[in-house]
């Protein structure tokens, strides 16, 4: 008898209910969040990689900045 009554109050309480609910739902969260940064990863690396070399490229280098000199940085110099 008292096995019965301890089953059934155990299957009516709900206290636990609302924080599996709330594990649940940040698994979620988390899993999603490690799978976009999974898949942007490669594209963003990838996109890196052509920005340092476009502009490491001699079309841009020395333009407008005065490498030699005193180093004020001012960019009036001719570059050369």
């Given at each position: 008898?008292?096995?019965?009554?301890f089953a059934k109050n155990f299957a009516r309480?709900?206290?636990?209910?609302?924080?599996?609910?709330?594990v649940v739902l940040t698994?979620?969260?988390?899993?999603l969040g490690i799978?976009?940064?999974?898949?942007?990863?490669?594209?963003?690396?990838g996109l890196g990689d052509k920005i340092s070399t476009?502009?490491?490229t001699d079309a841009y280098?020395?333009?407008?900045?005065t490498t030699t000199g005193t180093g004020t940085g001012t960019g009036t110099g001719s570059g050369t």
């Open positions: 008898m008292k096995l019965f009554k309480d709900e206290d636990g209910a609302v924080t599996v609910d709330w698994a979620a969260i988390v899993g799978a976009v940064i999974t898949s942007v990863s490669t594209g963003v690396s476009e502009i490491n280098i020395g333009k407008g900045v």
